[in-house]
C-alpha cells in the first residue's frame, strides 16, 4: 500500500533521530530527502538538528530546487539530492551524513573499494570516493556524477558519505553498511592490513545479486569494483621477528663491520 506523505514525513523524523543517536551528524549536519511525486521532493530544512526534527519542519521542493510548501530554507545540500533524482529514476530517498570512519576514508582520500566481505559486495559492490566540491555549490553534485549510475552509495571527498534507495529505510541502512564497512576495514589494517576475496569469489557474489534480484541494472561485474586480492598483490614478504632478535641482527651486523 503506497504510504501518505504524512507517513513520509514521519519516517523522515524517524531516520534523522536515528542518524543523530549513531553519531553521524553534528550540530545541524546531515539531510534527508524522499521523492513523493513526480516534481516533488520532502526535505529536511537548513540549520536544524536532524536529531529532534517535527514533520511540520519538513519543506516540500521541486526537482529544479524551488521551495513549494513550509516556511523555513531547504537544505544547502538539496543539489546533491536533486543531481540523483534527476540521475536515477529508480530512486525515492537519498540520506547524507557525516559518519565519522566513513567520513575518516573520505578525508584520507580513500574510497572503500576492497572487495572483503560477501554482505557488502551483495549490497553495494563497492563505495567509490566523489572528488571534494565546495558543499553548497554544484561542484560538490559534480564530483559525485560519474558515480551515480552505479552505485548506490559513496564517499565525498573532505566531507562524508551520501547513500540513496527505492525508499528512505534501504537508504539509511545503506549509509549503515557504509560506515560498518569503514569500520571493519580499519580495524583489519590495525591488524596489518584487510585481505580481499579473489576475483572469482567476487564474480559469484555478482553472480547471485542477480539471482536475488538485487540492483539488477548493476549485476555486471566490472574488474576493479571492488578490487579483487589479484589487483592487489603483496609484494611487500613480511617477517616477525622479537625485538631481542633484532638487537641480535644488529650486534652482528657491526660486528662483522668492524664498528665494536
Ligand atoms: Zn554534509
Not at 519542519?57 to 537544505?75: N, Q, Y
Request: charged share 25%.
Amino acid at each position: 500500500m503506497p504510504q501518505t506523505e504524512q507517513q513520509l514525513r514521519d519516517d523522515i523524523v524517524d531516520v534523522g533521530r536515528r542518524m543523530s543517536e549513531k553519531g553521524w551528524i553534528a550540530a545541524s549536519d546531515g539531510n534527508i530527502t524522499i521523492r513523493v511525486g513526480e516534481d516533488r521532493i520532502l526535505a529536511t530544512p537548513a540549520g536544524v538538528c536532524k536529531g529532534t526534527l517535527a514533520p511540520e519542519d519538513l519543506i516540500v521542493c521541486s526537482l529544479a530546487g524551488e521551495r513549494l510548501e513550509g516556511t523555513r530554507p531547504p537544505t544547502t545540500e538539496l543539489e546533491m539530492h536533486l543531481t540523483i533524482y534527476r540521475t536515477r529514476p529508480d530512486i525515492h530517498a537519498v540520506v547524507h551524513a557525516h559518519p565519522p570512519t566513513a567520513t575518516g576514508f573520505a578525508v584520507a582520500g580513500r574510497p572503500l573499494n576492497l572487495g572483503l566481505l560477501p554482505e557488502v559486495i551483495l549490497c553495494l559492490g563497492a563505495v567509490p570516493l566523489a572528488e571534494y566540491g565546495l558543499p553548497g555549490t554544484p561542484a560538490l553534485a559534480e564530483g559525485m556524477r560519474p558515480y551515480i549510475p552505479k552505485f548506490d552509495a559513496m564517499l565525498l571527498a573532505n566531507h562524508g558519505a551520501v547513500a540513496y534507495g527505492e525508499n528512505v529505510f534501504k537508504a539509511f541502512f545503506r549509509m549503515d553498511t557504509v560506515e560498518h564497512f569503514a569500520r571493519i576495514t580499519l580495524a583489519a589494517e590495525l591488524l596489518g592490513g584487510a585481505r580481499p576475496l579473489a576475483r572469482v569469489e567476487i564474480q559469484k557474489l555478482f553472480d547471485a545479486r542477480g539471482r536475488y534480484g538485487l540492483n539488477a541494472s548493476r549485476n555486471h561485474y566490472e574488474p576493479g569494483w571492488p578490487l579483487a586480492a589479484e589487483d592487489v598483490p603483496d609484494n611487500a614478504e613480511k617477517i616477525e621477528i622479537t625485538r631481542e632478535q633484532l638487537v641480535a641482527i644488529i650486534d652482528e651486523a657491526l660486528k662483522v663491520r668492524g664498528v665494536y
